[in-house]
């Protein structure tokens, strides 16, 4: 039972009900503020004033305990982070709970990361996130960027809970980068090196990039990467190869560029790796010298799915396998998005957790304007039959089947 001061001594019971509204000094009881940074020092003693009015008795004041900060933080990191919007209408703890990051890094280190789709379609002027399954979506602030950037060539990579957009702006090579927890855009860090129509591959926290054209349109050898935990680029060492258009991935822990053309227009057909522990590239041959080229040929459409390298044919809509000891592809089947009319372009060929993601064009019989969404777990056994699921609802969203920039976050 709580104890009155001595200002206010009477005991409320019902007739007091309809007396006016009196402030009460309670001794000993700690109330809450659930806008505040928990405190786990639980023996210091407050004095708080609280109104009591009608139909109010200060016995039903209860203490309303609160959990310790570790132990929210442990709990809120194994919701879904499609619900996480939620916590900035909860109240002001929880807000700045999300926006620290440490849900995340909490998310990291207990291995309860999920993928998400970061995705701009022909026409849009605002990116779109659809969760792993395409049940959910969100649409992203407008990227406060000038009419150069949003009708020029972008590239979009993501590392930890950045999404980097780099393009053209009227007077340079411009970097934004999207944070997932404060749900803003900010403008840099700048690359070492700004470039475009670039490799880029992500590994956790980190993302690598290689190649491409620099701010005077120079095809360029020099490497890179990014921390999203430090929002800092370091300098790695430079490729055997001058190469833009090209692709990158991260297969058995080394990062992989592969085709693209040279300072000449030449298409490549070597591929490189780069050893972060030895900060060396090690060239690879003849890696797409089954590959058929066209004038208007894409990147490579490359993606990993559980250690093994998947690329996507676009002359002939196949999907293949990489054996790295015999340097060849195997052909695995068809692919269901007409990639071979636009040599690949407007293609997003992705991997998603451990299914191959393909969004594009359909090309089956009923064919339409809008974009169609299939994944599959693939097999590196040509033996075994592809199986494609088409997300048919598709959070009901209407988007272009021309994708400019898809990339896959994993957090």
Request: with cysteine; proline share 4%.
């Amino acid at each position: 039972m709580m104890t009155l001061g001595d200002v206010h001594t009477g005991r409320f019971g019902a007739n007091s009900s309809s007396s006016r509204p009196r402030k009460v000094r309670i001794h000993g009881y700690k109330i809450p503020d659930l806008n505040l940074d928990p405190c786990l020092d639980c023996d210091e003693e407050e004095t708080r004033e609280v109104v009591v009015g009608k139909h109010q008795d200060a016995d039903y004041v209860q203490n309303v305990p609160q959990l310790a900060y570790e132990l929210e933080v442990e709990i809120l990191s194994r919701v879904p982070r499609f619900e996480y919007w939620k916590l900035n209408l909860l109240s002001k703890r929880f807000s700045r709970l999300l926006k620290s990051g440490m849900i995340f890094k909490v998310r990291r280190d207990r291995g309860v990361v999920e993928p998400s789709v970061f995705m701009l379609s022909n026409g849009d002027t605002r990116w779109t996130i659809f969760d792993k399954d395409f049940e959910k979506f969100q649409k992203v602030s407008e990227l406060p960027s000038d009419m150069c950037f949003f009708r020029g060539d972008k590239e979009s990579l993501c590392a930890g809970t950045h999404l980097i957009v780099t393009g053209k702006e009227e007077k340079s090579i411009a970097l934004w980068r999207y944070e997932v927890e404060t749900s803003k855009w900010f403008k840099g860090p700048a690359m070492i090196t700004p470039r475009i129509l670039f490799a880029s591959a992500t590994c956790g926290t980190v993302v690598f990039v290689a190649g491409g054209l620099d701010a005077s349109l120079e095809v360029v050898n020099r490497a890179e990467k990014y921390d999203s935990e430090t929002k800092t680029w370091m300098h790695l060492n430079a490729m055997h190869k001058r190469r833009k258009f090209c692709s990158g991935c991260y297969l058995r822990g080394k990062f992989y560029v592969i085709g693209g053309r040279d300072e000449r227009d030449q298409n490549l057909t070597c591929g490189e790796r780069y050893d972060e522990g030895t900060d060396t590239w090690e060239l690879i041959p003849d890696i797409l010298k089954d590959m058929s080229f066209s004038s208007v040929q894409s990147p490579p459409l490359i993606a990993v799915v559980n250690e093994d390298l998947y690329s996507l044919e676009t002359s002939s809509n196949e999907l293949r396998v990489y054996d790295t000891n015999a340097n060849v592809w195997k052909k695995l089947g068809d692919v269901p998005v007409r990639a071979k009319s636009n040599g690949g372009w407007g293609v997003a060929f992705k991997s998603l957790g451990d299914k191959l993601l393909v969004i594009g064009a359909s090309s089956g019989p009923s064919r339409t304007e809008t974009m169609s969404v299939y994944t599959c777990s693939p097999s590196a056994d040509p033996k075994e039959k592809l199986v494609w699921e088409e997300s048919k609802r598709c959070c009901g969203v209407r988007l272009s089947h021309f994708i400019l920039n898809c990339c896959v976050m994993i957090a």
